[in-house]
């Protein structure tokens, strides 16, 4: 039984990682395409319609590669996780079945009409489908997130006698305090990806000397974009979640901060350090005292309880992954705003362009937003534990009871090269695209 | 309000298998039958412009299935674990086939997605077509052992196959001699629906023979479906009281049977159109006689201890389900809308099209 669960979790866990890498890219990414294909109807300078169209090549590879990872995440609730769905799915069933019918729908109608009918629409009618890829992406994050939100804060359910959740009250999944903050949270997110790999690639142009006017243009957009989504990351929005995690998950909220004994006179901020789980302390810690306290609730001298104040079983099951994503997603955070900051400073002192060192530095930077993006959602999903419906149901009372652990190894396996496959794919086709440039016409 | 559900799911089944259906059969004939580059093109083309929204259908009928009857979708995603996941993979093969072999120009590639598509198109409609047949058969709910249940009645495991490959063993697999023939007639349909796609929707070269071709698979179709029908007889003799107690449930087989016979015509008709919808006939009428026969019945139990999976003792609560009637009927009529909207604009022959890359 032991074995059976790690699999099943270590395989949703790698399958929706890797999956994680193209929505990111592409919620935000829509969002770039449709301000180009605006700023084309407004200004008719072909640059912007060119960039808009660039843009829209890598948002379809992305694309393809999120629909054919996405299908096995909706599958596996039901092969991994079957008496998890058999138990909650007459309610995540709801927002989960709205997701594909609604937002997946609209992406990928109208992905196709972006792509093949600029000349057969008109250019309204073409800024008008882009804006409905865009709307169809964010929309699929609402529903996911509303589901999640859901998981992490159960309401508008009953628990019926044989344990199986029942949904009383439909509106309740879209008005659930965690899901507003959780979603802006994660779309701010996802835009910060987005900026950095624009900039990057204009940094990319830009250091090469290839296609340097887009590469000027992309840059001055992607910075532009991360620096206010790097600051809405933070404020108001990561703000909002961890006074939500605070109130509602005390014991995720001290495990991810670090709080392994409760201090009385308010709550220190850990900047850095290692959680000791035998000593049940934090080594080598740079903290700053009463900040949290502060940060949290306005007061500086607030109690905020520690692990001390729960009980073994209550405690997620990984204390160090769960303390580790949640600092190196705040870590990174704070490097992006300065990175950023940086960044607009120069632009504005017309420097940007020229300073070849801040560009290599985007150019390698672009890989850590996924990294953010994907450590922000284990702080999530490991702070949810042991439970999969937060204080309701663990996680190990969801997994499907007929699924040996060497199926699970074995489909595990399999995902994992045919992911090898997909990525070097993935990497083929977008530096293809990339190397083509903006101005490259197919056909 | 199950009844309405299973309805509605039944519809989105049946719109993907018809629209995903010919995307699997252009595979078949793309793998069997192209030679000339120039015809190999198009006719990936015919289905790459569209899989992807047509999946759309695959993951609505998985969303709504789960929302209405999620001791179901819990009980046959988990005991069919080891063919989905497969039929997973494949899906992935398929997609990256069509959307890759169109990115660089040399030779060794397109070949390379080319199989990759063909291969996994045929192995995808054999694998369905052995879905339904498992679905039809029954499966040992409960994994039963000497009149003793190793799990809770609504769960099984499926091994791939059983070592006598017998529908009537106590444990049946994925594969036994009856599902392999499902699979089969899942295969030859599919070939002649994605022939007719082709024909309808390309100028390749060899569409007068695809006629001819889609006149012989269909003999060999008439043959399976009388050997199906009879091995099914054999194995369930009850199999079709429900069109006896209840007439007006033939139309479906007669949708089935006219199709076929339609298809022999395919020669004479003055439009394209025609063949393509004999096929689609075919498919609404192959899946939904199916159904009908085992109603209200959607998984049979194969021992006597557990009982059967219904629409009834497998939904959730009436609230759940009205509630998602509201949005449903939205989301359903956007979908026949987009479908239609989408049919027009990109009708006609798709070899002037452009791919989009």
Redesign the interface.
């Known amino acids: 039984m032991e074995d059976m669960l790690f699999y099943d979790r270590l395989q949703f866990a790698f399958t929706i990682t890797f999956h994680y890498i193209f929505p990111q890219l592409t919620m935000g990414l829509s969002l770039i395409i449709v301000f180009y294909k605006g700023l084309y109807l407004r200004k008719k300078l072909e640059k912007y319609n060119d960039a808009a169209k660039f843009f829209m090549?890598i948002f379809?590879i992305n694309f393809?590669m999120g629909?054919?990872?996405?299908?096995?995440m909706?599958?596996q609730?039901?092969?991994?996780w079957?008496?998890f769905?058999?138990?909650?799915?007459?309610?995540i069933?709801?927002t989960?079945?709205?997701?594909?019918?609604?937002s997946?729908?609209l992406e990928?109608?109208f992905?196709?009409?972006f792509?093949?009918?600029e000349k057969?629409m008109g250019q309204k009618l073409h800024f008008l489908t882009g804006f409905l890829v865009f709307l169809g992406s964010w929309a699929s994050g609402w529903f996911i997130l509303a589901t999640n939100a859901w998981m992490q804060h159960p309401v508008g359910y009953e628990i019926l006698e044989n344990g199986v959740f029942?949904?009383?009250n439909?509106s309740e999944l879209f008005t659930n305090p965690w899901l507003l903050p959780a979603f802006l949270h994660n779309q701010v997110a996802s835009v910060v990806t987005s900026s950095f790999v624009v900039a990057g690639i204009g940094a990319f142009y830009i250091l090469s000397g290839k296609n340097v006017e887009y590469g000027k243009l992309f840059l001055k957009t992607g910075v532009i974009f991360g620096l206010v989504s790097s600051m809405l990351i933070a404020f108001p929005t990561g703000d909002l979640n961890a006074k939500n995690v605070a109130k509602y998950q005390p014991a995720a909220f001290a495990a991810m901060e670090g709080i392994f004994e409760t201090e009385h006179a308010g709550a220190e901020i850990v900047l850095i350090g290692q959680p000791n789980m035998v000593e049940k302390r934090l080594d080598n810690k740079i903290a700053v005292p009463n900040i949290l306290s502060f940060l949290t609730y306005q007061e500086w001298d607030r109690q905020i309880p520690g692990m001390d104040q729960f009980k073994e079983e209550e405690l997620p099951d990984n204390i160090p992954a769960l303390y580790y994503s949640y600092h190196i997603m705040v870590g990174l955070g704070t490097i992006f705003m300065g990175v950023m900051s940086l960044a607009v400073f120069l632009l504005w002192r017309k420097k940007l362009y020229v300073s070849r060192k801040l560009l290599w530095a985007i150019l390698f930077l672009v890989p850590f937003p996924y990294i953010a993006n994907i450590t922000g959602w284990y702080v999530a999903e490991l702070g949810r534990q042991p439970y999969l419906v937060y204080g309701l149901l663990k996680t190990s009372e969801g997994i499907?009871?007929?699924?040996?652990s060497g199926?699970t190894l074995f489909?595990l396996l399999?995902f994992v090269g045919?992911y090898l496959i997909?990525g070097v794919?993935f990497l083929l086709?977008v530096g293809?695209t990339i190397y083509q440039g903006p101005k490259h016409q197919?056909? | 309000m199950e009844l309405f559900w299973f309805i509605i799911v039944a519809i989105v089944l049946v719109v993907f298998f018809i629209l995903d259906g010919y995307d699997f059969g252009v595979g078949i004939i793309h793998l069997f039958m192209a030679k000339e580059e120039k015809d190999k093109e198009v006719i990936t083309k015919s289905a790459g412009l569209f899989w992807d929204s047509n999946e759309v259908w695959l993951v609505v009928a998985g969303g709504l299935l789960f929302m209405a009857f999620p001791v179901y979708y819990a009980s046959v995603f988990s005991g069919f674990y080891l063919p989905l996941m497969m039929v997973l993979w494949l899906i992935i093969f398929r997609a990256i086939g069509l959307e890759f072999r169109s990115q660089f120009s040399f030779q060794m590639w397109k070949d390379i997605w080319d199989k990759s598509f063909g291969v996994s198109s045929l192995l995808l409609a054999l694998f369905f077509g052995m879905a339904l047949g498992n679905i039809v058969r029954g499966v040992n709910l409960g994994g039963v052992e000497n009149g003793i249940s190793k799990y809770e009645g609504h769960y099984f495991f499926l091994p791939l196959w059983d070592a006598s490959f017998s529908p009537l063993a106590e444990s049946p697999g994925v594969i036994d001699w009856f599902t392999i023939i499902i699979g089969l007639i899942s295969v030859v349909t599919l070939a002649i629906h994605g022939a007719n796609w082709i024909i309808l929707k390309t100028n390749a070269s060899i569409n007068t023979q695809l006629k001819n071709t889609i006149v012989k698979l269909n003999t060999v179709l008439v043959i399976l479906t009388v050997i199906s029908l009879v091995a099914w007889q054999w194995i369930r003799p009850n199999c079709f009281d429900n069109f006896m107690d209840k007439p007006y449930l033939l139309i479906f087989p007669l949708v089935y049977i006219s199709g076929l016979v339609g298809l022999f015509f395919v020669k004479k008709f003055d439009k394209e159109v025609y063949g393509f919808l004999c096929s689609c006939a075919l498919v609404f009428g192959g899946i939904t006689s199916s159904l009908a026969s085992i109603f209200p019945v959607i998984l049979p139990s194969t021992n006597a201890v557990n009982d059967s999976l219904t629409i009834y003792n497998t939904a959730t609560t009436e609230y759940g389900m009205s509630v998602a009637m509201g949005w449903g009927i939205v989301g359903f009529v956007l979908l026949f809308v987009y479908l239609i909207v989408q049919k027009r604009l990109m009708g006609g022959k798709v070899d002037k099209m452009d791919y989009g890359h």
């Open positions: 090549k379809a393809t629909v054919i990872t996405g299908i096995p909706e599958f609730f039901g092969t991994n079957a008496k769905s058999e138990l909650t799915g007459g309610i069933g709801q989960l079945a709205m997701e594909g019918m609604f997946f729908f990928s109608s992905l196709a009409l792509i093949f009918g057969l029942v949904l009383t439909f499907s009871p007929t699924v040996s199926n489909t399999g045919l997909l794919l086709l293809k197919t056909h």
